[in-house]
Nanobody
């Protein structure tokens, strides 16, 4: 079994900052891509930022220059530093990971339970 647990969400004023963390645990051999997605009310889930095992990163155009994704492979943890937050960043943020289990099998897309980020104007 693989679990992803997010933390760090909350309420912040526009222009403020938050740092999200997501720790993966369980029968983990390795993790390929780790990423953050978000879903606002009435909207589809969208990719915010992605960090591959080789070190490549991708960002949604709407967060480029404001958000930074990083990861600690030793801790199986991914972070999202969010600066200059805007009301339109309000959403539930979900952690995503592509986990290879200790039995050698791909675990399938793994998701956290989500953490609420609310940005007030």
């Amino acid at each position: 079994q693989v679990q992803l647990v997010e933390s760090g969400g909350g309420l912040v004023q526009a222009g403020g900052s938050l740092r999200l963390s997501c720790a993966a645990s369980g029968s983990i051999f390795s993790i390929n891509t780790m990423a953050w997605y978000r879903q606002a009310p009435g909207e589809q889930r969208e990719l915010v930022a992605r960090f591959t095992r080789t070190g490549s990163t991708n960002y949604a155009d709407s967060v480029k220059g404001r958000f930074t994704i990083s990861r600690d492979n030793a801790k199986n943890t991914v972070y999202l530093q969010m600066n200059s937050l805007k009301p339109e960043d309000t959403a539930i943020y979900y952690c995503y990971a592509e986990v290879i289990r200790t039995d050698g099998w791909y675990n399938g897309p793994s998701w956290g339970q989500g953490t609420q980020v609310t940005v007030s104007s």
